[in-house]
Nanobody
Framework: QVQLVESGGGLVQAGGSLRLSCTAS????????MGWFRQVPGKEREFVAA????????YYADSVKGRFTISRDNAKNTLYLQMNSLKPEDTAVYYC?????????????????WGQGTQVTVSS
């Protein structure tokens, strides 16, 4: 089992920045692929970004390309999401996810492990 705990959410004005963190514990060998998803009430949880263990492969949703940066520190078992130029439409609960085998990284069903989520609110 892998436990994922997100932190770093909060309230920020449009144009501002936030950095989310996700710390993994337990069977961290199962975190080959890690990703961020987000969800607003009444909508499907959507893919934001993903990264493989070596960071050689990084993926972004079109909506966040050029504004968000995903990274990981394997020594600290921690995943990050640097969010710049935030927009009100980025408001959501952000979830960290991990899986040892995920192939199609943008699909929720590919991930076995999820964090509890952290709220990000961007005011206009």
């Amino acid at each position: 089992q892998v436990q994922l705990v997100e932190s770093g959410g909060g309230l920020v004005q449009a144009g501002g920045s936030l950095r989310l963190s996700c710390t993994a514990s337990g069977r961290t060998s199962s975190t080959y692929t890690m990703g961020w998803f987000r969800q607003v009430p009444g909508k499907e949880r959507e893919f934001v970004a993903a990264i493989r263990l070596s960071a050689a492969n990084i993926y972004y949703a079109d909506s966040v390309k050029g504004r968000f940066t995903i990274s990981r520190d394997n020594a600290k078992n921690t995943l990050y999401l640097q969010m710049n130029s935030l927009k009100p439409e980025d408001t959501a609960v952000y979830y960290c996810a991990a899986d040892p085998r995920a192939i199609s990284v943008a699909l929720r069903s590919q991930y076995d492990y999820w964090g509890q989520g952290t709220q990000v609110t961007v005011s206009s």
